[in-house]
């Protein structure tokens, strides 16, 4: 018997378009209705998650910043932000390496971009963020109101993104976790933060064991918390990585594997 699903967003809930298709949508609700609790899990901030939470139009746990920020309603489960030197040390050997940096905060974010890769950013949060040198975590702090729990690079580079990791990792040992969510990403992390810790703590909250969870993911970030459940699925269009962690795999997000597992599975 299983009492709560947990799904990535990008690449997995969402169709490439940034939807929900009606399918995923109609059966996550069905079993919300039948008494599942849904829980987003994402890299994404707070704000950025809450587009998914009102195409599904039912409650929802947010598993925000790939497990850094866990919030169910009003009750924080978890809140852990990056280490400020760490955070300093990352920015200034990215700063002019990459097409954007990013600061995510609780519910803004900082960008440093050009206009392309600003509007970009704008259009899949769904937000405007705040233009500025991020280099400080004390300058995020005095223009959003609010401490960044994570510093995101984005450029279309793979190649140079991969080299760009090769560096950072070592760099950032025990002091941030430097992870990909995406080909043209690299995300910065407070230290030991998996979504895979998503997974135990919100467990815990409600009240059940991790074997009750399913979990649905597409990207490296994914696997640890396609690992913790009691069935991770992994997405058609997933990497490598995901699907080696995963139990099954289902059809792709544009054409709502989520839904097609949820029903083989008898959930709904």
């Known amino acids: 018997m299983y009492s709560a699903i947990f799904t990535d967003i990008d690449g997995t809930l969402f169709r490439s378009d940034l939807s929900i298709g009606q399918r995923t949508r109609d059966a996550l609700r069905e079993a919300h209705r039948r008494g599942l609790r849904i829980v987003l899990s994402s890299g994404r901030y707070i704000t ?50 990459v097409s954007s940096l990013i600061a995510f905060c609780e519910t803004r974010y900082a960008i440093e971009a050009d206009e392309e890769w600003y509007t970009r950013q704008n259009m899949i949060c ?45 760099m950032l040992e025990g002091k941030a976790r430097v992870i990909s969510s995406g080909w043209n990403n690299i995300e910065i992390l407070p230290w030991g933060i998996d979504k895979s810790d998503a997974i135990s703590i919100v467990s815990s909250h409600l009240g059940i064991k991790p074997s009750e969870t399913i979990a649905f993911g597409d990207w490296d970030n994914d696997a640890g918390m396609l690992r913790a459940a009691g069935l991770g699925i992994a997405m058609a269009n997933a990497s490598d990585e995901a699907k080696a962690a995963a139990d099954s795999i289902t059809a792709s997000n544009d054409e709502d594997g989520i839904a097609v597992s949820l029903s083989a599975y008898g959930i709904i």
């Open 126 to 170: 769904q937000d405007i963020g705040v233009r500025m040198d991020i280099s400080d975590p004390e300058r995020v702090l005095e223009k959003t109101g609010e401490r960044p729990y994570k510093l995101l690079a984005k450029d279309s580079r793979q190649d140079h993104l991969s080299a760009l990791m090769a560096e950072l990792e070592p």
């Open 48 to 97: 950025g998650m809450r587009i998914a939470q009102k195409q599904l139009g039912i409650p929802v746990i947010y598993a925000a910043i790939n497990g850094a920020l866990i919030k169910d309603g009003t009750n924080y489960l978890r809140e852990r932000r990056i280490d400020e030197d760490a955070y300093r040390q990352a920015a200034s050997f990215l700063h002019g390496r």
